[in-house]
């Protein structure tokens, strides 16, 4: 074979191009190689744990094949692995100097350790003819996870979103995350940013909506907070809610409701804490259900963003106290409240102090029980103590769990010649009282005008009976056996 084509044939073999000149002279130049571009990815979350996040696109160029944009029909080579993490391809580790087929952006991962800001590694292209490029750095920041707190224990499950059906934290799944329920599209992305300039794994609602039902305990209360966010909200009608369901998760009266009026076109964060919470849980209430409402206009293609959610339940007071109120009442106390709404009350308890420190029972008032409706009762303390008297409302629950009211006062002068007429106002009985044990002689019950409607020289234990006289303003006249007298004014219902 002719030398000359004998050399050519090697230099072609080594990738060296020959050119040929008017004087048939041989012209040797380079062949063109790729270009691998040097990497650095928006700032992502750190999610700890054994979370990955996905690597941004590697691209590069080549003058004979194009622009690499990691669409599956090119090679990269993992020059150095990742300094504060591990890479993973499909799912398996990346060992040094791996050559990768067909290289598609998504599914290049990374699990960073915990706590690390930063991860670098380096790879490089392989064209079609073998060619390499120069080694190119890949650079991801990291912001360190906001500790997802919550008040209380979080009913919800997967309430950041960060794991997704198949249990793999990736920047975009176009999966349902885990434990959630979706209508329509929905994913989770990494990288949503709170108020605060933290970053979490999102929800991203892009079709109708997206939910999680917990189970609900009768006359517990329920209470969510959570941030979101929505594209155009003038245009669109993003919500949140929460909802009682029955056993058929059939909804049980109105939801409570956020509409996301927040920007995130402006923004760029989700904006919040917002809060939402149920009443004590009815009868028939089998789950609370959380939503994320899309409601965008047809034909408007935009979704709402939301995450950080914590779902708690507490025990509700056994009443809400409207009133309390303590007067004089012919020396004695006549102690009057009011409720607005009762939920698993038992009784309640009316207590006496005279220091603020040692307090007593004085009786006890059985509560409704259950009522959305106004509900009154009142107790009189026959026998206050002289001086300042401490009134307070203990307010038990049928599991025991109890309140205590604020405290109301009243001060009584001197008491050791009062006499003691209860209940007044009065409808059917009236009971007498001296506090210093004199006897009486007799009682007698007059009109406004002075006339005598009734007369006793006995009292019963069970009281006078009054049932036979009309509604009005009486006055009792009690006199004693050393002949002083006392005169007291009686209301009768």
Not at 312 to 335: D, Q, R
């Amino acid at each position: 074979m002719n030398k000359n084509f004998t050399s050519l044939a090697r230099l072609r073999a080594v990738g060296v191009t020959l050119l040929f000149s008017s004087s048939f002279a041989f012209q040797v130049a380079t062949a063109a190689v790729p270009v691998a571009d040097p990497i650095t990815s928006q700032v992502l979350t750190n999610p700890g744990s054994a979370m990955q996040v996905r690597v941004a696109d590697l691209t590069g160029s080549d003058p004979e094949d194009g622009a690499y944009t990691g669409d599956g029909t090119h090679k990269i080579q993992i020059q150095s692995l990742a300094n504060n993490g591990t890479l993973f391809y499909n799912g398996t580790p990346v060992i040094l100097g791996q050559v990768i087929n067909n290289y598609q952006t998504n599914l290049l991962t990374l699990d960073p350790i915990d706590g690390a800001v930063t991860a670098t590694f380096n790879y490089r292209y392989i064209d079609a003819n073998n060619n390499v490029s120069a080694d190119a750095p890949v650079s991801i920041p990291f912001r360190l996870a906001l500790v997802k707190s919550c008040a209380g224990t979080n009913l919800l499950l997967n309430p950041s979103f960060e794991t997704n059906v198949t249990g793999t934290d990736v920047m975009y799944t176009g999966f349902t995350p885990a434990n959630w329920v979706s209508a329509d599209y929905a994913y989770h992305e990494t990288s949503w940013i709170l108020p605060d300039g933290t970053s979490f794994v999102g929800i991203h609602v892009s079709g109708a909506s997206i939910h999680q039902d917990v189970a609900a305990t009768v006359g517990k209360t329920y209470s969510m907070t959570f941030y979101s966010s929505m594209h155009e909200p003038t245009i669109n009608n993003g919500q949140v809610t929460m909802q009682y369901l029955d056993a058929g998760s059939n909804p049980i009266g109105s939801p409570s409701v956020h509409t996301v009026t927040e920007d995130w076109e402006f923004t760029q964060t989700l904006s919040g804490p917002y809060s939402l919470s149920l009443a004590a849980a009815p009868a028939n209430a089998s789950f609370v259900r959380v939503s994320v409402l899309n409601n965008a206009v047809a034909g408007n293609a935009e979704s709402v963003k939301a995450d950080a959610f914590c779902l708690t339940e507490t025990n509700p007071m056994p009443v809400t106290l409207a009133s309390f109120a303590v007067k004089k009442e012919s020396g004695s106390t006549l102690l009057n409240w009011s409720t607005t709404f009762e939920t698993n009350s038992e009784y309640f308890d009316v207590e006496r102090s005279t220091d603020g420190k040692n307090w007593g029972v004085l009786g006890k008032v059985m509560a409704g029980g259950e009522s959305k409706d106004i509900m009154r009762y009142a107790y009189t303390d026959a026998s206050p103590m002289t001086g300042e008297n401490l009134y307070r409302l203990k307010m038990v629950d049928l599991d025991k769990s109890f309140t205590y009211s604020k405290i109301q006062s009243l001060t009584f002068a001197n008491l050791s010649d009062a006499i003691q007429i209860y209940p007044n106002p009065s409808s059917d009985r009236l009971l007498v009282k001296t506090r210093n044990g004199q006897e009486i002689k007799s009682v007698v019950v007059m009109d406004m005008k002075g006339r005598e409607i009734l007369e006793l020289n006995q009292i019963p234990e069970s009281g006078i009976d009054l049932k036979g006289a009309t509604a009005g303003v009486y006055f009792v006249k009690i006199t004693y056996t050393n002949g002083s007298a006392e005169t007291r004014k009686l209301v009768k219902n």
